[in-house]
């Protein structure tokens, strides 16, 4: 019997192993913001099963594009990626991602999928980006420095009007309190909580197709007027102009900010770096009431020629099941399937279905060339927000027509 039983033993190591050497290996990149739950959901996968195999690679998020472009152009690139949702279109338009509409749409709950990444992920028509990780900006206020300077800590403002008047009355509490915070040289920042304030007021930056720059509105007078307020009146600290984005999120943390934007990320951030402080998550307002929010995350991208597409799928949908989304959900990502916010977001934080919403009526901008125009440290949008919220209130119209006409031009001679 024992003879019998190490035989038995064998086969079945033997049939792991050729199991194992047949499972196909799926290489994946993921930025290294992603860093935490990323890891997380591949582990899961592998051990799920023993037909494919997932290897993952971080790249630091500031090479994630340049990185990917020169791995895809020399034929070296990944087989898919979990790539920042705003540079989809930029891939797709160049010819490196793979048409995965017929996947997509093949999903029996297609329609629950996050319809800001979609937005992006879409192409022509064809869907090369479908959503994976989650993010949304949220308006963010201390409930501690509310209740000193006098104000309801339950009852953040609606407006702008409101936004500036609490500001005041927090900043008088003195000892290097400030009612305001935003990282003011910060292109990627500013897009992430400055944009929605145009948004819920009615205002657009681009065209849905990315084709036609909008920035020259009412809309955009009014929100850089309402910053420019708050700075000229000392509400917002001197740092704010240089900031880079080196301190987006710091400064709420050391409980010296009275209001802030932020993204849901900040609440895992701040339950476990100031345990102690007492805050409140909402949306960001329009100048008359209303809000918006600009939904980030990641879209999960194919490589052109990647010949594990089966492979590919199945992670996918393994990422889209309630294990797969509640993974997500309790390593730092919003879930990106509205059917399953509930689920996947019981037992953490309430203020997550706050963001959880925000994301699902948030928006994300369109364009092929969303880094030069956006993102970079010296691109117009930036230049634009710094000199007019800073600047005197002279360069403003001159700012706003000048990101304006570079704007234009960088789409208008795109590839």
């Known amino acids: ?89 930029a891939f797709a338009a160049a010819g490196e991602l793979r048409d995965m509409t017929g996947f997509a749409k093949s999903l029996p709950y297609f329609k629950s999928l996050s319809p800001a990444h979609l937005s992006v ?19 963010v206020w201390n409930k501690d420095l509310f209740k000193r300077a006098g104000l309801d800590p339950n009852a953040p403002p609606k407006n702008w009007a409101e936004i500036a ?46 084709q036609k720059v909008t920035l020259d509105t009412p809309q955009m007078h009014a929100a850089i007027d309402f910053y420019r307020g708050m700075v000229k009146s000392g509400d917002v600290p001197a740092g704010a102009q240089t900031d880079t984005g080196t301190n987006f999120f710091s400064p709420f943390a050391t409980g010296k900010i009275g209001m802030i934007s932020l993204g849901s990320f900040a609440i895992g951030a701040l339950n476990s770096q100031s345990p102690n402080l007492d805050y409140g998550v909402t949306f960001i307002p329009g100048e008359k009431g209303g809000w918006s929010s600009f939904a980030g995350g990641d879209n999960f991208v194919v490589s052109a020629g990647t010949k594990h597409v089966a492979g590919v799928e199945n992670f996918i949908r393994f990422a889209y099941s309630l294990e797969g989304q509640k993974i997500l959900a309790h390593y730092g990502s919003l879930p990106v399937r509205e059917d399953l916010i509930n ?67 960088a789409i208008m001679t795109a590839p």
């Open 1 to 89: 019997m024992r003879h019998w039983l190490a035989g038995l033993g064998s086969m079945i190591a033997a049939t792991a192993l050729t199991a194992a050497a047949h499972a196909e290996t799926i290489h994946i990149w993921a930025r290294s913001d992603d860093q935490v739950f990323m890891p997380k959901i591949v582990q899961a996968f592998n051990s799920s099963q023993t037909k494919d195999h997932v290897d993952l690679q971080i790249i630091p998020t500031a090479q994630m594009v340049q990185k990917y472009a020169v791995a895809t152009a020399g034929g070296s690139g990944p087989d898919a990626l979990a790539l920042d949702l705003i540079y989809t279109p």
């Open 343 to 409: 689920q996947a977001l019981a037992g953490l934080d309430p203020r997550y279905l706050v963001t959880a919403k925000a994301m699902a009526g948030g928006r994300t901008p369109f364009s092929t060339v969303f880094n030069d125009i956006i993102n970079s440290a010296n691109g117009p949008w930036i230049t634009m927000l710094n000199k007019a919220i800073f600047g005197p209130a002279s360069d403003v119209e001159p700012a706003i027509k000048a990101a304006q006409s570079a704007m234009q031009s």
């Open 121 to 139: 992920g879409t192409y022509q028509g064809k869907i090369y980006g479908l959503p994976f990780s989650g993010d949304a900006s949220v308006f």
């Open 165 to 210: 008047q609490d500001a005041k009355r927090i900043t008088a509490l003195g000892d290097g309190i400030k009612g305001f915070y935003f990282s003011g040289s910060c292109g990627g920042c500013q897009i992430f909580t400055f944009a929605p304030l145009i948004w819920a007021s009615g205002g657009h930056l681009f065209t849905d197709d990315g």
